[in-house]
């Protein structure tokens, strides 16, 4: 079944912005995934065709209303249905690696893209949303959180990315202990007098493989403690299963 995300937004004319090119837009245009928007306006219930009211104990901004993102939500399921529903925001679980594996290996998404002040609770609750951040930083909207998800759950997808490898490879591949990347090099042997590393150059695989791991652990300590702390109990762990 082909993997099936539709976008709930009051800007539809973002999407499919840039997964309509590359690899991704291509994988579009062969049908290995589909991308459908819903615009929430088109379910105001007035004729000026509200979609937000102010926040009820006052406050700045506007919030979404209930009702209206229910009418939505229903229409973008009824073209997909079985699809977990996503709200993006700041105060959903961080987006991961792991997160994207799961979303990619199910049949797709409903993305909710906030605005203003973002949704009223109850329709977050009533749906069963998941809630889900790009980041410890606001956006003005939902939609660049959208598209950023989305990135990184087609290229998992089969058939969308040239080499299989490179995906298991990368940083954040090992679901269980996450390491950053490896640095890349490649022609010229030299650069501006900055030399690729010799082992890279030698030909020795096994050589190659500990280097690299050796540059990804290293890269990890240094520039993610979080992550590498992660890993520590499992190393621990499994040291004490090989004694
Ligand atoms: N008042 C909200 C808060 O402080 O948490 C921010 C609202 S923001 C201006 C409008 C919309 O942008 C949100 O409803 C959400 O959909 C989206 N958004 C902003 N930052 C985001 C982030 N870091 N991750 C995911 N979505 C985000």
């Known amino acids: 079944m082909t993997w099936h995300a539709t976008a709930l937004t009051l800007f539809p004319e973002m999407f499919p912005g840039s997964l309509g090119l590359s690899l991704a837009g291509r994988a579009l245009r062969e049908g290995r995934w589909r991308l459908d928007t819903v615009q929430i306006r088109d379910f105001a219930v007035d004729k000026h065709r509200t979609v937000?009211?102010?926040?009820?104990?006052?406050?700045?901004?506007?919030?979404?209303?209930?009702?209206?993102?229910?009418?939505?939500?229903?229409?973008?399921?009824?073209?997909?249905?079985?699809?977990?529903?996503?709200?993006?925001?700041?105060?959903?679980?961080?987006?991961?690696?792991?997160?994207?594996?799961?979303?990619?290996?199910?049949?797709?998404?409903?993305?909710?893209?906030?605005?203003?002040?973002?949704?009223?609770?109850?329709v977050i609750e009533a749906r069963g949303m998941r809630e889900v951040s790009v980041g410890d930083y606001v956006l003005s909207g939902g939609e660049p959180a959208a598209l950023l998800m989305l990135d990184a759950c087609v290229r998992l997808l089969p058939g969308v990315m040239g080499g299989v490898d490179s995906a298991e490879e990368e940083s954040f591949s090992a679901s269980e202990a996450p390491l950053l990347e490896y640095p890349h090099y490649t022609k010229p042997a030299e650069w501006l007098g900055r030399t690729v590393p010799e082992v890279l150059l030698s030909g020795h695989h096994a050589a190659v493989a500990r280097w690299r791991r050796e540059q990804a652990e290293a890269a990890t300590r240094e520039r993610r403690p979080d992550l590498w702390a992660r890993r520590e109990p499992q190393?621990?762990?499994?040291a004490g299963l090989a004694s």
């Open 52 to 122: 937000d009211d102010t926040p009820c104990g006052g406050g700045a901004g506007m919030v979404l209303r209930p009702d209206v993102v229910d009418a939505a939500c229903e229409a973008a399921l009824a073209q997909g249905p079985g699809r977990p529903l996503v709200y993006l925001t700041p105060r959903g679980r961080l987006l991961d690696q792991a997160l994207v594996r799961e979303l990619a290996t199910g049949p797709g998404a409903v993305l909710v893209c906030g605005r203003y002040e973002g949704l009223d609770q109850r």
């Open 235 to 238: 190393r621990i762990a499994a």
